[in-house]
Structure formats: C-alpha cells, structure tokens
C-alpha cells in the first residue's frame, strides 16, 4: 500500500518557495489534510521561516527556511514529494539529486516537457538529463499524460498556458466541433505569470493601464501545447498560439479559433463543452460571456465556454484558469495527490476562490 493510502500524511518539500508558485504551493499544502510541509528552500528566504513572510496554520508557519545549496541528497531523505519551483535549468539540476534520495518529484518548470531536441530553440539551452526525459511523466489529468502520474518517480507539471488552451481546444477537438487545421490560440496572463523577479517590463508604471502581446511566435508553450494535444490524441497538430500581458495580477483567459466541421452549430460546441467537463471536478461549463477571471482566481477550476457560427465557419472555445493555481501549484499538487493514491481533489476542492 502506498504511504499516503496508509499513514495519515505524507511528507513534502518545496524548493522555490519564495516564487509566486511556491508561495501560492505552501499556502496549499499547508492546509492539505493529508501533506506535511516538512521543507522549504529559497536562498531569499534562507534563515527565516515561512510564517515570516506568509499567513500559514500554526506549526507550518515555524518551517525554517533553507538556502538552495541545501538542495542535496542529505535534506531530501524521508520525503515523499519534493516540488520544484525553481527554473528550468536549477529543476535540470536539483530533480535527479531528489530521486537519488528516494523522494518522488513534481517539477513545474519546463524541464522535462518536450523532447531534448527541442529546448535550444525554445528555451535557449541544451538538455542536460536527457536521459530522464523518458522517465519523465507529463500529466495533464483532464486531457492526458505521457505515462501513469500514480507510478511515476518524476512528474512534469504542465505549463499554465497550456493548461488553459488545451483544454479549450480539447474539448471542441473531441466534439467534432472543428478541423485539426489552422487552429489560432489568443490568451491573456497577470504579471504573476512571468515570476517573482525584478524586470523593469512587469514594473507596476510599466504594465498599469497597457496590453500588449509577447514573445510572438516563439514562446516555449507553443510545442508544449501542441504535445499536449498529441498525448491527447491528436498527433501532428500545429497551433499559433500568441500571449498576452494583462494590468492584472493573476489569471488567464485563453480563446481558441477553429475552422468549424461542416453542419455543426453553436448548439453542438456548448454540448461539446458540457460532454468535455462532466465527470471532471474541477471543470465548469458556462456560456461564452460568462467564462472570466473573478469565478476562477484563487481555485483549482477552469470555467470553460464556446460558441459557433456556421455562416462564417468559425467556432470559438474560451478557458480561464488562474495561472498560480490550475496552471502551477494546484495543478502540481493534484499530480500529487494522484502519485499518492489519494483523490485528486483532496486539499484543492475547498479553496475559497476571491470573488467577487
């Protein structure tokens, strides 16, 4: 029997804590019935505790927090779960270092989800572990995984762009709603989105007031969602998928554009949507107009919405999520929860979400 399925908790560490995702990541599994915060990394936050810089339940607030170069074998040993919430390239470096001490792993940086070819051009480095790209488990749980996350050692969180836009795009894809071909992928982020770090783009006098595009045609969650789509089942697929930077702090909005199959209605993409997210938990349906940021910040939900118009051939699907929750640590907690054998709801239903 797996520990968690046994035992009342399960130990976890968390190295990145003092990034937006690892912030939002202690919050959560501060108040998981079935996680023990038992480690915290963040060379910003070494020598104090966790209840220094955030509102945590008694005990877990007292964590003292360790500098990275903790990050060893030694401190990983008698954990369940380690979370990285580090870059790409310090996640390259820290994961094996965890597997090697027995822990399971959930990385939710872009280390591990594409193939090694790949990230010289979308992520400006050569792969240093390519021998664990094929060990790695990219786990989506409403769309599809390369690999079982319940017996997975390493698990790769998806990216929260691709979240969004996958599964907008799922959904009309498996309803029949529109063609493989020339599928256009809009999708707008808070500033929470590009990390915890001084940038003089993101800076309040910067982005208040302004909306632009960035990164077009070269951002790294374009093969990532196209991957996505193929464990899917929809292998070959290209999308242009384009981000957006909102005057907000946290949130996406993704609209997918397709080609609509010949006879279908907009009747036929709302039934797509309704059939798409029955049975999923964390999935809502709801008329186009209605999918917006206030119902999801601050939940592990993805309210989800389409329309069609015959006359013109075009359908449209609308996701939003919430980029530090759905599309980062709730997400990475409900692999977790999977690779535990708990229900992949349990410490995510409750949150309270902050609307209005």
């Known amino acids: 029997?797996?520990?968690?399925?046994?035992?009342?908790?399960?130990?976890?560490?968390?190295?990145?804590?003092?990034?937006?995702?690892?912030?939002?990541?202690?919050?959560?599994?501060?108040?998981?019935?079935?996680?023990?915060?038992?480690?915290?990394?963040?060379?910003?936050?070494?020598?104090s505790t966790l209840g220094d810089h955030?509102?945590?339940?008694?005990?877990?607030?007292?964590?003292?927090v360790r500098p990275q170069r903790d990050a060893v074998t030694a401190s990983f040993v008698g954990l369940d779960v380690v979370f990285l919430c580090t870059p790409a390239e310090a996640s390259l470096a820290i994961a094996p270092t965890a597997l090697e001490a027995g822990a399971r792993v959930v990385d939710l940086s872009g280390a591990f989800r594409l193939a090694a070819n790949e990230y010289p051009r979308w992520y400006g480095f050569e792969h240093a572990r390519p021998?664990?790209?094929?060990?790695?488990?990219?786990?989506?749980?409403?769309?599809?995984?390369?690999?079982?996350?319940?017996?997975?050692?390493?698990?790769?969180?998806?990216?929260?762009?691709?979240?969004?836009?996958?599964?907008?795009?799922?959904?009309?894809?498996?309803?029949?709603?529109?063609?493989?071909?020339?599928?256009?992928?809009?999708?707008?982020?808070?500033?929470?989105?590009?990390?915890?770090?001084?940038?003089?783009?993101?800076?309040?006098?910067?982005v208040d007031g302004d909306f632009r595009a960035y990164r077009v045609l070269r951002h790294q969650h374009t093969p990532e969602i196209e991957r996505a789509l193929g464990l899917a089942g929809y292998n070959g697929l290209k999308v242009t998928f384009t981000p957006h930077l909102l005057p907000t702090r946290r949130g996406i909005l993704a609209t997918v554009y397709g080609r609509l199959v010949p006879g279908k209605t907009g009747a036929d993409a709302a039934a797509a949507i309704e059939r798409f997210v029955a049975g999923r938990p964390f999935l809502r349906a709801a008329k186009p107009d209605a999918v917006r940021?206030?119902?999801?910040?601050?939940?592990?939900?993805?309210?989800?919405?389409?329309?069609?118009?015959?006359?013109?051939?075009?359908?449209?699907?609308?996701?939003?999520?919430?980029?530090?929750?759905?599309?980062?640590?709730?997400?990475?907690?409900q692999n977790a929860n999977l690779m535990l054998g708990l229900d992949e709801t349990t410490g995510l239903d409750t949150l309270p979400g902050s609307a209005p």
């Open 1 to 47: 029997m797996d520990k968690a399925a046994g035992d009342a908790s399960s130990t976890v560490g968390i190295v990145g804590v003092s990034g937006y995702s690892g912030m939002e990541l202690a919050r959560i599994v501060a108040r998981h019935p079935r996680l023990q915060l038992a480690l915290a990394i963040s060379d910003k936050w070494a020598g």
């Open 54 to 64: 955030l509102v945590l339940p008694t005990g877990v607030s007292s964590v003292p």
């Open 293 to 333: 940021l206030s119902g999801v910040v601050g939940t592990n939900r993805v309210t989800l919405g389409a329309d069609a118009d015959p006359e013109r051939g075009i359908a449209v699907a609308f996701a939003a999520l919430d980029n530090l929750v759905k599309g980062a640590a709730g997400q990475a907690v």
């Open 131 to 206: 021998d664990l790209l094929p060990t790695a488990c990219y786990s989506m749980p409403e769309a599809g995984s390369s690999g079982d996350a319940r017996s997975a050692r390493l698990v790769s969180n998806p990216g929260c762009y691709t979240t969004a836009a996958t599964l907008a795009t799922l959904a009309l894809l498996r309803g029949e709603i529109i063609e493989r071909q020339g599928i256009v992928i809009d999708a707008k982020s808070g500033t929470t989105g590009a990390g915890r770090k001084a940038n003089e783009d993101f800076s309040f006098s910067e």
